[in-house]
């Protein structure tokens, strides 16, 4: 399995501004995973991230609103642009774990309200 | 484009009960399933997981089944207890580890 660290747990932000969430891993891996879970909604994948390369983005999402960071095999990095009360949602980082499996682990999420 | 609906939405059983939540994909090229669960509030915790070539996976009370030809996967919780209480989730792996999620049921077992 794998252990997953993010940061902050929950914010409250002002229209406009921008919120950068850290994701730690306790191992490295290959691929980091960005999601979304709207209020009463079920998660849609936001982005892929690989170390070394540009992260690479499901439809609807893009750069410029949800830039992401891939330094190195254990962090990355999710910036909220521009925030709208319409951010407001459940952040998730996840990460693929083991060479058959390809099963995934999902870290504690950070709960973002924009007001 | 895939799809995953889960069924029922929300469940609510007393103590002790076996229970079958569902599970469906519109599309049966998938590599593997996975079932997740989530408290309030909270982030995912793997329970199982399926690959394509596999029919079933047992951990301790729970079983999952994948039946990809009909695109349907089922959890069955055995003897259920007030602490299996949660929002159960199930997610398709489409290809390059995306998972596409399913709708969700809330389950409430009562004391």
């Known amino acids: 399995s794998a252990v997953i660290s993010q940061k902050p747990s929950r914010d409250i932000c002002q229209r406009g501004t921008s919120l950068t969430i850290q994701c730690q891993v306790d191992s490295q891996v290959t691929m980091m995973f960005w999601y979304r879970q709207q209020p009463g909604q079920s998660l849609t994948l936001i982005a892929t991230a690989n170390q070394g390369s540009e992260a690479t983005y499901e439809s609807g999402f893009v750069i410029d609103k949800f830039p992401i960071s891939r330094p190195n095999l254990t962090f990355s990095t999710l910036t909220v642009s521009n925030m709208s009360p319409e951010d407001s949602s459940i952040y998730l980082c996840?990460?693929?774990?083991?060479?058959?499996?390809?099963?995934?682990?999902f870290g504690p999420g950070t709960r973002l309200t924009v007001l | 484009k895939q799809e995953v609906t889960q069924i029922p939405a929300a469940l609510s059983v007393p103590e002790g009960e076996n229970l079958v939540l569902n599970c469906s994909f519109t599309d049966s090229a998938i590599y593997n399933l996975q079932w997740f669960r989530q408290d309030p509030g909270k982030g995912l915790t793997s329970l199982l997981l399926i690959q394509s070539s596999q029919r079933e996976q047992t951990s301790g009370r729970l079983n999952a089944s994948l039946d990809k030809s009909s695109g349907r996967s089922t959890l069955y919780i055995a003897a259920s207890q007030p602490g299996d209480s949660a929002t159960y989730l199930c997610a398709a792996n489409t290809g390059f580890q995306k998972l596409v999620f399913g709708t969700g049921t809330r389950l409430l077992v009562s004391p």
């Open positions: 996840s990460v693929e774990k083991g060479a058959w499996s390809n099963e995934q682990f």
